[in-house]
């Protein structure tokens, strides 16, 4: 089996957390009749959510679109703010991160939207360390449609095989393998640092 030449990383519960506590994000939910905590499970399934974080509304299209179906009245700089108070901090795994790129090139796969990757962006400088991401935005798909994996691959510049992908969800680890990939599923910072030292990727 040839050797691992690239790492992909999965950002949201990977690289950094979620949450929907955020006082910003709680408010423009609660402005939509939806509970903060019910937001992950309810709203990002929703046809609007969906055509947004696959290209297909623009921001400015998503937040006049949220205003019209929802009656809100909510300016864009403020609905961006709050649309984007979700990140949390992981300075675990963003420092993993930078020490895989230091031996291995490094990509990045994820299901995202414009504001969500322009605000990542700055709350995470490592992620700079990668090319080509590959973020559904602009494939035009959410994982774990083929597409994604494929985008992802022909971004590292390696064959599939080549290619590690580290992801939350068991049907995108699903989805990846199905396409030739390699794949972990993350279940917490110091489980994967243990199976990527047994990968030979990091130093024992």
Sequence with gaps: ???ITTVVFDIGR?????????????????SLAIAPECAFSE???RPEAIAHATGR???????????????IDL??????ASWCDIFVSVPEMESLFSRVAECRRVGLLSDTDPLH?????????ALARVEKPTLSFEVGQLKPHPAMYRAAVENAG???EECLFIDDLAANILGAERFGMRAI????????????????ILRP
């Design 185 to 200: 599923l993350f279940e917490g910072v110091e489980k994967l640092e243990a199976e990527l030292r047994k990968s030979g």
């Design 75 to 80: 300016d864009y700089r403020q609905f961006a």
């Design 14 to 30: 990977v690289l950094v957390g979620i949450s929907a506590l955020g006082k910003q994000f709680g408010r423009l939910m609660r």
């Design 1 to 3: 089996m040839p050797g």
């Design 117 to 125: 990757w322009e605000r990542l962006r700055t709350f995470v400088p």
């Design 57 to 71: 509304l623009s921001p400015a299209e998503f937040h006049r679109l949220l205003c019209k179906r929802f009656g």
């Design 158 to 160: 390696c064959p599939a």
């Design 43 to 45: 709203f990002w399934n």
